[in-house]
């Protein structure tokens, strides 16, 4: 090998490394941390059968649906349409999560949300987080264990529209 493919290569190598990779992360990224999945119901119809199916999931409970669009129209006048945030907590898990001081950090994401949205063109989605990821990254901690339980009941929750976590 020459010397000047030695330094051509280790060129292009550095230009992988720090351009090309982030740019593929960049795009990527919001497809990994992020699900969407179209909903076969109407708005309201979605937001009831995860609501009920949440409260029907052993150890689970909605705390809250939040009207995100009502909020948003009553503070600024604008019109986002139909978007409404189910928070869900499970007690039990939490409880595993926060108790010690080493993953109290975790409570940020307490409780958890699932969105549902229609869009413009009238289409109704549901976004939530994806849970594989996260419970990827912490995988070997009491925090992925916890996250593991979590992602497989949100799966049985999302049964309806035979969702499953993947890592895209």
Not at 10 to 35: E, R, T
Not at 101 to 117: E, G, R, W
Request: with cysteine; proline share 2%; charged share 20%.
């Amino acid at each position: 090998m020459s010397k000047r493919s030695f330094i051509a290569g280790l060129i292009l190598g550095f230009v992988v490394a720090v351009f090309i990779i982030p740019f593929g992360f960049k795009i990527a990224f919001k497809h990994m941390l992020f699900k969407e999945v179209p909903s076969s119901y109407g708005f309201d119809k979605t937001v009831s059968l995860i609501a009920n199916r949440i409260n029907h999931q052993k150890g689970w409970v909605v705390t809250n649906i939040i009207n995100q669009e009502k909020v948003i129209k009553n503070r600024t006048g604008k019109d986002v349409g139909k978007v409404k945030i189910i928070k869900f907590c499970n007690a039990k898990l939490s409880g595993e999560m926060l108790s010690s001081d080493q993953s109290k950090y975790m409570s940020v994401k307490m409780p958890l949300s699932i969105s549902v949205y229609e869009k413009s063109n009238g289409k109704v989605y549901i976004g939530l987080m994806n849970g594989y990821l996260m419970a990827r990254m912490f995988q070997g901690t009491k925090e992925g264990k916890i996250m593991e339980s979590v992602v497989k009941d949100i799966e049985s929750i999302m049964s309806f529209l035979h969702f499953r976590y993947t890592i895209f």
